[in-house]
């Protein structure tokens, strides 16, 4: 499995952006897609989860309400919708995915969000 992220930019606190994760390769085998975000001197973090059976989503805390998380199984591609944007979700964002029987872990490049206050 291979991953680009695009999407990424600089907002205003309150803007919205969105990100998109396009899959390709082995795309039938993943078995959840996820963004994650990293700071400058932070830990990278889980923003959000979606399973590709159910399509269960599950988000970190300080996103909740604010980012929503979707697929388009027919172009193999993840979105994140982030809105009410805070100079505190400024961070390079990755797609992450799992996928096969040995839960293969996989990263995007990343993509930066830059918000200002």
């Known amino acids: 499995v291979q991953l680009v992220e695009s999407g990424g930019g600089l907002v205003q606190a309150g803007g919205s952006l969105r990100l998109s994760c396009a899959a390709s390769?082995?795309?039938?085998?993943?078995?959840?897609m996820s963004w994650y975000r990293q700071a400058p001197g932070k830990q990278r973090e889980l923003v959000a989860t979606?399973?590709?059976?159910?399509?269960?989503?599950n988000y970190g805390d300080s996103v909740k309400g604010r980012f929503t998380i979707s697929r388009d199984n027919y172009k193999n591609t993840m979105y994140l919708q982030m809105n009410s944007l805070k100079p505190e979700d400024t961070a390079v964002y990755y797609c992450?995915?799992?996928?096969?029987?040995?839960?293969?872990?996989?990263w995007g490049q990343g993509t930066q969000v830059t918000v200002s206050s």
């Open positions: 992450h995915t799992v996928s096969g029987s040995r839960r293969t872990a996989t």
């Open positions: 979606i399973s590709s059976g159910s399509g269960r989503t």
């Open positions: 390769g082995s795309t039938f085998s993943i078995n959840a």
